[in-house]
């Protein structure tokens, strides 16, 4: 008690956004206090660590309580690494401490402000219960995966590689290289520079279809398929702009010789308003004819819709063109968008209200759901999940 006492006035000489050399910053916290940093550290980080495993475990209460699961991406992969970070302070310190107690009480204390907590209780434990197997898995592995590495220097970004790609916790690859002789240094703000590579990788790997257009912004597009999704012709629609994507080179032409084509000209136009739909949610384009020349892709930009067209050559700006969308098509997309839902509500109803749509994909052909679970699906519950849906469509 002495000990905490003689170090709060000084803890926030240790806030690891703030200071350059944390070491150096321990040490003069230890001076302040009379004491050998050391030693003020022996007292303190188990401290450090018990309270941050209380709030990681209160935090992913509310979160999972709400529908959130851990995940490798977005918010879904920064509950993992608060679980993953508790979980490794209970290993280091040998804490026979399960979170799914610290879960009980704190779903207890909170209940007169927040009773829903209590009641989403036994769906939290069976997240956390997947997220400990996986974890205890992970540590299987280390072993291996740490020996190999043995042999060269395990640097800071290779720590970071370690966790965002294997979920390896880096007091545990210490601990392994500490058995064979070897010294790792894990930095204060490990999980602050992890969060970072991820959400780095993130915006690299995010997409953005079409090339940019200097009037990008200037246009909009009217929907019309949200009003009647059976209107598969109409004439109304103006051009707002035609652009040009290149030239349909004839068999034996060079490069060079593309500008000298008097062939069809590929490229898009974008209408006042339109029947056709875009690729969006997972669902594949309309198909059909712009004037009888055939529509090869739609898709958003922006406000606007981008209509491609097999020959741009023949549209002008201020044009009212005859639009004609492929009904069958357009019928079995509209039932497959519907199904996919209908299979949502079900698989919401069976497994409980964590279930959301993580990812759809709908063609002429077939329509597949992604749902965020925390396990794999059995048996049971799909023919469970099929039945509902079933009894929910005669519903109808």
């Not at 204060?188 to 009037?215: L, P, S």
Request: aromatic share 8%.
């Amino acid at each position: 008690k002495s000990v905490v006492q003689k170090f709060l006035p000084y803890s926030s000489y240790l806030n690891v956004d703030e200071v350059e050399n944390i070491d150096k910053a321990w040490a003069e916290v230890a001076a302040k206090m009379g004491m050998d940093a050391k030693e003020v550290r022996e007292q303190i980080l188990p401290l450090a660590a018990m309270f941050s495993v209380g709030e990681h475990l209160r935090s992913l209460l509310f979160a999972l309580s709400d529908g959130a699961l851990p995940s490798n991406v977005g918010g879904g992969y920064n509950l993992r690494v608060i679980l993953r970070r508790a979980l490794g302070f209970i290993d280091s310190y040998g804490w026979k401490v399960d979170v799914n107690d610290l879960c009980d009480w704190h779903a207890s204390y909170l209940k007169p402000l927040f009773p829903e907590l209590s009641e989403n209780l036994e769906t939290v434990k069976k997240i956390l219960d997947v997220e400990k197997r996986k974890h205890a898995a992970t540590r299987e592995k280390t072993r291996q995966i740490v020996s190999k590495l043995l042999d060269k220097e395990i640097s800071e970004d290779k720590l970071v590689e370690l966790y965002d790609s294997n979920g390896i916790l880096p007091d545990v690859v210490k601990e392994e290289a500490a058995k064979a002789g070897k010294r790792v240094i894990v930095p204060e703000d490990f999980y602050a520079k992890v969060a970072e590579r991820h959400e780095q990788q993130e915006q690299i790997h995010a997409t953005n279809k079409g090339e940019d257009d200097e009037e990008d912004g200037l246009y909009e597009t009217k929907a019309l398929y949200f009003d009647d999704y059976l209107l598969t012709e109409y004439d109304k629609g103006r051009i707002l702009k035609v652009k040009e994507a290149g030239a349909v080179p004839y068999e034996g032409t060079t490069k060079s010789d593309i500008q000298d084509i008097s062939g069809p000209r590929t490229g898009w136009i974008i209408l006042n308003e339109t029947i056709f739909y875009p690729t969006s949610g997972g669902q594949i384009h309309d198909l059909g004819t712009i004037n009888g020349i055939r529509v090869s892709d739609v898709y958003k930009k922006g406000r606007a819709i981008r209509i491609v067209v097999e020959d741009v050559r023949p549209f002008k700006k201020g044009d009212i063109v005859q639009q004609k969308v492929e009904r069958e098509q357009r019928i079995q997309l509209a039932q497959h968008h519907t199904a996919t839902h209908v299979v949502g509500a079900a698989a919401r109803m069976i497994l409980g209200s964590h279930i959301n749509q993580a990812g759809a994909k709908k063609t002429s052909e077939k329509a597949h759901l992604d749902i965020t679970h925390f396990d794999a699906l059995t048996d049971e519950e799909t023919k469970k999940i099929e039945k509902k849906a079933n009894e929910l469509v005669k519903k109808d």
